[in-house]
């Protein structure tokens, strides 16, 4: 009947306005997070985010790469760090790259970026409007 009808329409909406929520939360909570744990060859290394420049992947290792100069080669693959990135700031860029965005200084049209500090960073062709579209946000 109508009425019925009208009922379940209503409970669908209201469970998709809660699951919008739910992931507009997520999201936040997500761009929040501020450290991340790396498992060294010997001790556990506490990065903050907003000092990461950049990782490169070597094979199942990953460096990351600090403003402050420092660098640490931690035991998982990129993949297995990329999600624990917050994807607000940082963007997988090449198979073996993922780049905060805040130390970009600029996209070279060859397919690079070049940071503040002055490293370049491949992007791939495949990466490039993705990254792109992150830039220039």
Not at 8 to 27: G, T
């Amino acid at each position: 009947d109508v009425d019925e009808l009208a009922e379940a329409i209503d409970k669908s909406i209201h469970s998709l306005q809660i699951k919008d929520q739910f992931v507009i939360a997520q999201d936040h909570l997500e761009q929040k997070k501020e450290k991340l744990i790396l498992k060294l060859q010997d001790s556990f290394q506490v990065i903050h985010l907003s000092e990461l420049k950049f990782c490169k992947s070597d094979g199942s290792y990953t460096y990351f790469y600090l403003n402050d100069g420092r660098s640490f080669l931690a035991s998982k693959s990129i993949k297995e760090y990329e999600s624990q990135l917050p994807t607000g700031n940082f963007i997988r860029t090449h198979q073996s790259f993922i780049v905060n965005i805040d130390f970009v200084d600029k996209y070279d049209k060859q397919g690079f970026v070049k940071l503040k500090s002055g490293e370049k960073i491949n992007v791939s062709t495949r990466k490039k409007v993705e990254f792109l579209d992150k830039l220039l946000k």
